[in-house]
């Protein structure tokens, strides 16, 4: 990166040098036979244009490196599935040359014949017409009916997932040929989403989003962990990756086993889910936990050694997938027995807020036993009101929902503090203006200042030219009928 005040007077330099040079193309192509105020009128205004472009070029470049440096940065939101409906298409059969069949499997069948005019050249060498059959085919389905499944989910935003698209069903009828494997059962994830719609508890989903990123986009040194334990507890595989990749659709494994297998990892997994749909529904946060095996750090690392180098390495490893704003992490230390936890420590995604919670959760869960009800208890999600649904989630008694939903409630920090919601909040906009430009940004600045200042003074030779009939030099030659010829 370059210091902005040497930056800003490079392009302006450039800007003003870019300008000299194309008025004085301008004037020195025209002058010897066209000494016109015209001309002195297009040469000032060209030099004006090119060089206050040199002026306008920085502000533009330097926002741009700013709105890529800080935006871009990937976050998860969560919420629950609200219905789940099946699309049937009763298949037709149609001809291809209007479309075909309105299914996706099918073959050619019924080939029919019509008569089309063929024109050809006789051997008089005129144009003649004659009849011609043309062979053309029928599209058939191969099922009466497709089927498709889809789940529509609230998760901040509307959200619609297509189970399966274009499958056969149960019901539907074979008509020709050979299926190609292609499934006639429910979807299992469809049907169990269904099916819990009905029981009255909602299955949880997590998209992705995008959001600008102040503090880690602008590197400041102050608002960002640090530890020189990373290696170290890298090189032993301690430290889990912040990354937890989407599967099945809308599910992600958010419980990271460092070091352990509990053996009920689906479990760990599906309650964190479901906690999580609550928590960022109402809190508009997101749970991430891990779970290390406590004699499974190297000695001399303390539980804050741990917490602080986790946070360090998810907030400088990962790019645009750091460590986001919304997110806890919370690690569980458990003894040798997996039985029960030695000690908690908690962290947000922001260097300021909820501390209270961080110490509650410290607090609260060190030597409680290593149990996914005792910890994230059971989070229920209740749909009701059709075509405009109403989650209401019930998060049960569990620690972890105790504390950061009620007694020390999760306050999200913002970073533009933008949102009426986060009136009087403090925000990290002026971070903006920190981030510098770089050398590459600079160099890209001036090529595109270059480029602008040829056309530039191509139209302006073009437009003197056309108003005045004459033409630059370097256009004549000794048998031109131009100006310079005469």
Known sequence: MMKGGVCVYIVWLTGLALALAAGATLYLSYARRDRTVGLAVTT????????????????????????????????????????????????????????????????????????????????????????????????????????????????????????????????????????????????????????????????????PDTYENYILGSESELLQERSDDIKALTAKQLLPSVLAPIHDHFLADKVSFVGMNP????????????????????????????????????????PEDYIRALKAHWQSDFGKDAFPKNAVVLVLAVDDSGQNITWARAETGMPIGNHEMLDSLMLRLRDKPFNPDTILGSTTASVTGGDKSKITYQTGTGIVPQTVMNDFPFRRACMGCADKSEKGQQGFVDLKSLIPISGMAIFWTMLILLGCAAILTAIAMWIHSFATGNTPKFMNTPYSSGHYGR
């Open 44 to 207: 000032v205004i060209t030099t004006i244009v090119i060089g206050s472009s040199g002026f306008i070029a920085y502000p533009i470049a330097h926002s741009t490196v700013q709105a890529v440096a800080i935006g871009g940065y990937q976050q998860k939101l969560n919420g629950s599935v609200t219905s789940a409906d099946v699309d049937v298409t009763t298949c037709h059969e149609g001809k291809v040359e209007y479309g075909g069949s309105n299914c996706r499997h099918t073959e050619l069948c019924d080939p029919y014949i019509v008569w089309e005019t063929e024109w050809y050249t006789g051997s008089d060498g005129k144009q003649h017409s004659r009849p011609k059959s043309v062979t053309k085919w029928n599209e058939c389905p191969l099922e009466s009916h497709e089927y498709t499944y889809r789940l529509t989910a609230v998760a901040y935003h509307e959200y619609t997932f297509t189970i399966a698209d274009h499958i056969f069903g149960p019901d539907s009828r074979h008509l020709r040929g050979n299926d190609g494997g292609i499934p006639r059962t429910v979807p299992a994830q469809w049907q169990h989403a269904k099916d819990s719609l009905a029981a009255g508890n909602a299955d949880p989903i997590t998209v």
């Open 263 to 302: 053996g009920n990892a689906a479990v760990w997994q599906d309650k964190l889910m479901r906690f999580d749909a609550a928590f960022g529904t109402l809190k508009q946060g997101d749970m991430r936990v891990v779970a290390l095996r406590a004699s499974a750090l190297p000695p001399g690392i303390t």
